[in-house]
């Protein structure tokens, strides 16, 4: 499988390195594109390099580069994430305002109806942000904001990412073991009475 991999400039970079991760350990190639924010953010909020983080993907697009291959729909991918999605990147979406190649490969993918799955990282939300995201779902788009849950006892910041890292790879049928999936409330209570905080 081939995906698209957007890093806009949100706070939570590190679940597109995460994703970047998962994905290079399953195999998928992987075609990496960060706006200049998303590299600023690399940099305050964890202990990668822009750098560091382009060598996990196979393939990396400069986000200037409205003429690269994931611009165009004869490029075949089984889809694309963003993650985390800006909220200045999903209203360039929601509005087909392909300024960039980030957003331009996700207006193909909306074009094409292959699957874009968006990790919108804000809150509170107002009404113009829920407007932004009722109207990429209406074009097509998947939306996977980083809500965690915790049925699946998470113990560290870690296992909180990995459980949405798995939620979008889930979007794309990719076979994981990122977080304990829910088996019925018999098992979880069990598990609960277990649990101290």
């Given at each position: 499988?081939?995906?698209i991999?957007?890093?806009?400039?949100?706070?939570?970079?590190v679940?597109?390195i995460?994703?970047?991760?998962?994905?290079s350990a399953?195999?998928?190639?992987t075609?990496?594109?960060?706006?200049?924010?998303?590299?600023r953010?690399?940099?305050?909020?964890?202990?990668?390099?822009?750098?560091?983080?382009?060598k996990?993907?196979?393939?990396?697009?400069?986000?200037?580069?409205?003429?690269?291959?994931p611009?165009s729909g004869?490029?075949?991918?089984?889809?694309?994430?963003?993650?985390?999605?800006?909220?200045?990147?999903?209203?360039?979406?929601?509005?087909?305002?392909?300024?960039n190649?980030?957003?331009?490969?996700?207006?193909?993918?909306?074009?094409?109806?292959?699957k874009?799955v968006l990790?919108v990282?804000?809150?509170?939300l107002?009404?113009?942000h829920?407007?932004l995201?009722?109207?990429?779902?209406q074009?097509?788009?998947?939306?996977?904001p980083?809500?965690?849950?915790?049925?699946?006892?998470?113990?560290?910041?870690?296992d909180?990412?990995?459980?949405?890292?798995?939620k979008?790879?889930?979007q794309f049928?990719?076979?994981?073991?990122?977080?304990k999936?829910?088996?019925?409330?018999?098992?979880?209570?069990?598990a609960?009475?277990?649990?101290?905080?």
């Amino acid at each position: 499988m081939r995906l698209i991999l957007g890093i806009s400039g949100a706070t939570g970079s590190v679940y597109g390195i995460r994703t970047l991760q998962v994905l290079s350990a399953l195999g998928v190639e992987t075609h990496l594109i960060m706006t200049q924010h998303a590299e600023r953010n690399i940099l305050i909020e964890t202990s990668y390099t822009p750098e560091q983080v382009r060598k996990l993907a196979c393939y990396v697009h400069d986000v200037r580069d409205v003429g690269a291959a994931p611009a165009s729909g004869s490029f075949i991918s089984g889809g694309m994430i963003v993650a985390p999605c800006s909220i200045k990147t999903l209203s360039a979406i929601a509005n087909s305002y392909n300024d960039n190649l980030l957003v331009r490969a996700a207006d193909v993918m909306l074009k094409e109806r292959r699957k874009l799955v968006l990790v919108v990282r804000e809150t509170p939300l107002h009404l113009g942000h829920l407007e932004l995201m009722v109207r990429v779902v209406q074009a097509g788009a998947v939306l996977l904001p980083p809500m965690p849950a915790f049925y699946h006892q998470p113990r560290t910041i870690e296992d909180l990412i990995d459980q949405t890292v798995g939620k979008v790879l889930d979007q794309f049928g990719l076979e994981h073991n990122l977080f304990k999936r829910w088996e019925g409330a018999d098992y979880f209570d069990a598990a609960a009475a277990r649990i101290t905080f």
